[in-house]
């Protein structure tokens, strides 16, 4: 289930591998293949954001949504991200410590820091020229955007159908799960 805290602490992260600032386009990039790497190693996403096929490759729709219109004081994007000018994100504030990220468990750093140790020094085109040739769950979607069913990112991942189907309806179930406890709360 998504959650905003929960993926600008994914963002926060990231960028504070990095320095605290990158362009926007490599940060989204990082995001998607880090949920992918999880749904790889773990079986379950990081973010529980929709997935979408946009023109410079796969990202996280919401998110997507919270990097170009800014999100909820509220709810966590602000009190972690700013956007900066020339298309770049940067911390808000330096991140002190790694357990300030409570909503990130270690099966997510992992996760991230495998993404990061393998794409964190490429820059964001040569990135995004990548997500094309290895997620073939991405399709060109000439202009527009087109979701990406979890399903496909399983089957992209070498699952069989079967497996696949099988982990697409335990991480809606879960999801479903998780909104009908909130909503008795």
């Known amino acids: 289930?998504?959650?905003?805290?929960?993926?600008?602490?994914?963002?926060?992260?990231?960028?504070?591998?990095?320095?605290?600032?990158?362009?926007?386009?490599?940060?989204?990039?990082?995001?998607?293949?880090?949920?992918?790497?999880?749904?790889?190693?773990?079986?379950?996403?990081?973010?529980?954001?929709r997935y979408v096929s946009m023109d410079k490759g796969p990202v996280l729709a919401r998110t997507y949504s919270l990097i170009i219109?800014?999100?909820?004081?509220?709810?966590?994007?602000?009190?972690?991200?700013?956007?900066?000018?020339?298309?770049?994100?940067?911390?808000?504030?330096?991140?002190e410590d790694i357990y300030d990220l409570e909503q990130l468990s270690q099966a997510?750093?992992?996760?991230?820091?495998?993404?990061?140790?393998?794409?964190?020094?490429?820059?964001?085109?040569?990135?995004?020229?990548e997500t094309h040739r290895i997620c073939p769950e991405w399709q060109d979607p000439e202009g527009s955007s087109i979701p990406i069913p979890v399903n496909d990112i399983f089957r992209a991942l070498g699952k069989s159908q079967d497996e696949a189907a099988l982990l697409s309806q335990k991480i809606e179930m879960f999801d479903r799960l998780v909104r009908e406890t909130t909503i008795l709360r």
């Open 108 to 129: 997510n750093i992992e996760a991230m820091d495998v993404v990061f140790e393998e794409y964190g020094h490429w820059d964001r085109f040569k990135l995004c020229d």
């Open 1 to 49: 289930m998504f959650s905003e805290e929960k993926v600008a602490q994914m963002a926060a992260y990231l960028l504070s591998k990095d320095g605290g600032r990158m362009a926007y386009l490599k940060l989204m990039k990082l995001l998607y293949l880090s949920d992918r790497k999880s749904f790889e190693m773990f079986g379950n996403p990081i973010s529980g954001d």
């Open 69 to 95: 219109e800014g999100g909820n004081p509220d709810q966590g994007w602000e009190k972690w991200i700013r956007s900066e000018k020339d298309h770049v994100v940067a911390l808000r504030s330096h991140l």
